[in-house]
């Protein structure tokens, strides 16, 4: 099954934009998920299982790096085309 999610992350800091470029880094790596992000927000798609771990995992680590961050997530449970 396919899953389709939407990331915005909001590092609680000053200095914002490295928290949110090492996330996203992180999540690239990971060549079997399309990776598309924007302005607003990175969108990712992959095997639903894969998608939540590679979320968790992104986040529990740009976490114990960076400090305290809000991620807000929406999960599409289908594959959606994702255009840059």
Known sequence: MKLTAELSLYP????????IQSFIDSVREHDDLQ???????????GDYDRVFAV??????????????QVLVVKFIPWELKLTP
């Open 12 to 19: 609680v800091q000053d200095d914002y934009i490295p928290v």
């Open 35 to 45: 990776v598309v992000t924007n302005a607003m927000s990175t969108q990712i798609c």
């Open 55 to 68: 979320v968790s995992a992104a986040l529990a680590s740009s976490t114990r790096q960076f400090g305290k």
